[in-house]
């Protein structure tokens, strides 16, 4: 009895063991109890790159996806923000570029001539991002590098072929490695025009997207595989848990591969490894999640936007804060122009939140939400959201320009352990009122990138933190968009 005792206690031993180091199911209850990758949760800030075919002509109207060209000028529709008759790119085109020029035709155009990837990556490092994504097929299936797939139109459709005759995945990824920065890669499921999405879907999904999808991934290796374009299928539909179950048991990324849950029109913050929200504001998820957007309402470079489109350097800042308060990550997009040089404002842009990173990143990697993500002022909190795409100009009017009888974000929280970081937009002289908080015995509170140390005590649930004389110090104007408080002991 002792000795079967002992076999059956072993067998079960081995049983479990052999079942959490087995091979994931193709089911989303295996492939959703798969952890993401730790990294990707304590990184924050990531650079999402638009880029292809579409940086030609770059063009569509303000409030629109720039980088949907070919659909909204075959299609003759437009959707954004604004009212919009629907002939707008069509018309431009036909104005531009002659009723007989063809989308394709803007290929050999697509040149980059002037892509340089160490400097790309150097103003990523320098902005303080800790991971990059590239598109390297969008919706028009153009490939950013040579897949045997993109050519089964009948003609050359990538990146080596026809237009740069580079392979930009690699040049990016390599470079952007090198700088210590994790790579991504963006890979859009469905092909707008493709000839076989169009009569038979399930031979595309199975003779093109499925062989192109496991080449992408053992080339280049990729850290992230943002998904997209998969809300014309169900996930059953598009084989994607089979296309998981490969990529996480056979792939070479196995076990490191990051993915997010946009695997059907069943799986957006259901299904998948992270979850996404898209210009949009003030998400909660029990899991990791991110943030997408562009600087203006475009991913793809848009010709059309002015300055007044795009987010202020402040904005910016404090759409990271508040996200990463609220436990996602802020991809924010830049959209390269055809020959491969980012435009002067959105390099302006990164490098202005390198700026404020630099001094106060100790607040925003490797967090965690406090118990309140946010200390609200009295008023109304919901504000109407009358757009389809969120500016992020939304966070001034939560924090410096309240509209009347509305709530105000006075202070944002992070944490690492027992210490505590205070975030606030707007210095008051004398001193700062973090409710329901109250700091230990042998707390130290100061300012990130200041050594003084600043005097505090508790009174009833509120801690009270005396400012100096001098609030502002010698911060440059980036560093003053928002001033971190840190104290070390919290109860």
Not at 24 to 35: C, Q
Not at 429 to 450: D, E, F, Y
Request: hydrophobic share 35%; net charge positive; with cysteine.
């Amino acid at each position: 009895m002792k000795k079967f005792f002992i076999s059956f206690i072993l067998g079960f031993v081995l049983l479990n063991a052999s079942a959490q180091g087995g091979k994931l199911e193709p089911a989303w209850e295996s492939i959703d109890a798969r952890p993401v990758a730790p990294w990707f949760g304590q990184a924050k800030f990531g650079i999402f790159i638009h880029w292809g075919v579409y940086s030609v002509p770059a063009w569509s109207p303000k409030g629109t996806y720039a980088e949907w060209y070919q659909y909204w000028l075959q299609n003759k529709v437009v959707f954004g923000n604004g009212k919009f008759k629907g002939t707008e790119v069509y018309d431009y085109h036909i104005k531009t570029y002659g009723k007989d020029f063809t989308y394709y035709q803007f290929a050999p155009l697509f040149k980059a001539e002037l892509f340089d990837p160490d400097k790309w990556a150097e103003l990523f490092r320098a902005a303080g991002a800790k991971y990059v994504i590239l598109t390297s097929k969008h919706h028009d299936g153009y490939c950013l590098w040579d897949s045997a797939e993109a050519g089964d139109r009948g003609f050359p459709w990538n990146s080596v072929d026809v237009g740069p005759h580079r392979d930009l995945v690699d040049e990016l990824g390599k470079a952007v490695r090198k700088k210590g920065m994790k790579f991504g890669l963006y890979y859009s499921l469905y092909e707008w025009f493709h000839p076989l999405w169009i009569s038979d879907k399930e031979k595309y999904i199975t003779a093109h997207m499925f062989p192109q999808f496991k080449d992408l991934i053992t080339r280049y290796k990729p850290d992230i595989i943002w998904a997209d374009g998969e809300w014309d299928l169900t996930s059953q539909e598009w084989h994607t848990p089979e296309l998981l179950a490969w990529l996480f048991n056979e792939s070479p990324v196995a076990n490191s591969i990051v993915i997010n849950d946009r695997w059907g029109k069943d799986t957006r913050r259901k299904h998948g490894g992270y979850f996404t929200t898209e210009y949009e504001s003030s998400a909660e998820f029990d899991k990791p999640w991110e943030e997408c957007r562009g600087m203006g309402f475009s991913f793809g470079y848009n010709r059309a936007e002015d300055i007044d489109d795009y987010n202020s350097a402040q904005a910016l800042i404090l759409m990271l804060i508040d996200i990463v308060s609220h436990g996602g990550n802020l991809l924010l997009d830049i959209g390269p122009d055809r020959h491969g040089k980012i435009p002067v404002i959105m390099q302006e842009r990164l490098l202005q939140m390198g700026k404020w990173l630099k001094t106060n990143g100790e607040a925003i990697y490797g967090t965690s939400v406090w118990t309140t993500p946010v200390q609200w002022s009295e008023g109304k909190r919901e504000y109407e959201k009358n757009t389809h795409y969120l500016s992020g100009e939304y966070i001034l009017k939560q924090t410096l320009r309240p509209e009347p009888g509305h709530a105000r974000k006075e202070l944002f929280f992070t944490r690492k352990g027992q210490t505590l970081y205070v975030i606030t937009p707007l210095l008051k002289k004398n001193k700062l009122v973090v409710k329901n908080v109250n700091a230990a015995p042998g707390a130290q509170i100061s300012i990130l990138g200041q050594t003084e140390k600043l005097k505090w005590r508790n009174k009833s649930e509120n801690l009270i933190i005396y400012l100096p004389k001098n609030p502002h110090f010698n911060f440059s104007p980036e560093e003053k968009y928002a001033i971190v408080f840190k104290i070390t002991k919290v109860k």
